[in-house]
């Protein structure tokens, strides 16, 4: 990026009956390369709509970044938008380049690689944090019942 030069990265998140998108708004300024981000969706409430920016810093060694999700999404090379949804756009000046997911694996695996991305770039997020799913405990009659089965 130059100097003053502005990107925009448009993710679309949505999937089965849960609908968001997010605005990413990258911008250099003073050598420096910032994001900041707008949440919109069925979860996302004023509180937790808009993500300061902050420096969106990458390492050569790190492949965890979107330039890499960039080119994987070239390699796939999905384009047909009749049959595909739409995850990420990218808009620069008067260039729009749209990236599609095959079906609903791979846009989730998408969207996964997405998130992980943004979880590094805001790690104190809580919208981008993984849930952790709790096993309920065994009632204990439930135990009782085992020890019968024996």
């Known amino acids: 990026?130059?100097?003053?030069?502005?990107?925009?990265?448009?993710?679309?998140?949505?999937?089965?009956?849960?609908?968001?998108?997010?605005?990413?708004?990258?911008?250099?300024?003073?050598?420096?390369?910032?994001?900041?981000?707008?949440?919109?969706?069925?979860?996302?409430?004023?509180?937790?709509?808009?993500?300061?920016?902050?420096?969106?810093?990458?390492?050569?060694?790190?492949?965890?970044?979107?330039?890499?999700?960039?080119?994987?999404?070239?390699?796939?090379n999905i384009n047909d938008e009749k049959i595909n949804s739409n995850v990420i756009t990218v808009i620069h000046n008067l260039d729009t380049v749209k990236y599609y997911s095959n079906g609903l694996g791979d846009h989730l695996y998408n969207i996964e690689y997405y998130n992980s991305i943004k979880r590094r770039i805001y790690p104190n997020a809580s919208i981008y944090q993984p849930i952790e799913l709790i096993q309920p405990p065994i009632p204990d009659s439930a135990n009782n019942n085992l020890n019968l089965i024996k």
């Not at 707008?38 to 808009?50: Q, R």
């Not at 420096?55 to 080119?71: A, K, M």
Request: hydrophobic share 40%; with cysteine.
């Open 1 to 76: 990026m130059q100097e003053n030069d502005t990107v925009y990265l448009l993710a679309n998140v949505s999937a089965c009956m849960v609908w968001q998108v997010e605005m990413n708004h990258l911008f250099k300024k003073n050598d420096t390369i910032y994001v900041e981000t707008y949440l919109n969706g069925d979860f996302i409430d004023s509180s937790n709509s808009y993500l300061a920016k902050v420096p969106y810093v990458i390492t050569l060694t790190d492949s965890l970044n979107f330039e890499n999700l960039f080119t994987y999404l070239d390699l796939k």
